[in-house]
């Protein structure tokens, strides 16, 4: 189930997140806890709600995950950089997923899954998307600053297209060494870029 804080409650829509979580658990299987939701201020309540006060954040960072608990700015500062709040909450919720379920699952393809496995609202296409060129690069090479969500987004789509969204997950799931990997790895990205 899905816990929201007292602030949360008043501007996240609890039943979009449940069904979301509904979604994410027949995909990945049934989380050890609930997931909790919480609102902060600023990113340094956001860190200390997570207990990762000592971890760096860059600045553009609005919300964040860490052992099951969600945290991501008010509506006020979402909406100043363009961010939907359930959007945001169900993107974190994937993360929270992805992060129980598979070991050591490289970060474009946790951005990627978070990125395919959220309904996005019109209108509210990612402005990072829009500055980086049409160019793909294998996205093993990529961080957050060079185009990772773009490319990692397009990449699990088309993994999703082939192969199926239940298959990906279960193969997910096993995958022990994802860069040497036959469906993840280096050189079968390279063959879909
Ligand atoms: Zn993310």
Redesign the pocket.
């Given at each position: 189930m899905v816990q929201l804080d007292f602030k949360a409650q008043r501007i996240v829509d609890a039943k979009q997140m449940n069904i979301q979580f509904d979604m994410l658990c027949k995909l990945f299987g049934q989380p050890k806890e609930d997931i909790y939701i919480y609102i902060c201020r600023s990113q340094y309540e956001l860190k200390k709600r997570l207990h990762i006060v000592n971890v760096l954040l860059p600045d553009w960072v609005v919300g964040a995950n860490h052992n099951g608990k969600i945290a991501i700015l008010n509506k006020k500062q979402l909406d100043a950089r363009g961010f939907h709040i359930n959007t945001l909450c169900a993107?974190?919720m994937v993360?929270v997923f992805v992060n129980q379920f598979v070991a050591n699952c490289p970060l474009w393809l946790?951005?990627g899954l978070?990125q395919n496995l959220v309904p996005e609202p019109k209108n509210t296409a990612n402005a990072r998307e829009q500055i980086i060129s049409q160019k793909l690069l294998n996205p093993y090479k990529l961080s957050y600053d060079s185009g990772l969500y773009y490319v990692s987004k397009i990449i699990v789509g088309k993994l999703f297209k082939i192969y199926g969204k239940t298959q990906i997950v279960t193969l997910l799931k096993k995958c022990t060494d994802f860069e040497d990997n036959n469906i993840f790895g280096y050189t079968a990205i390279e063959a879909l870029l």
């Open positions: 993107h974190e993360h946790n951005e978070a």
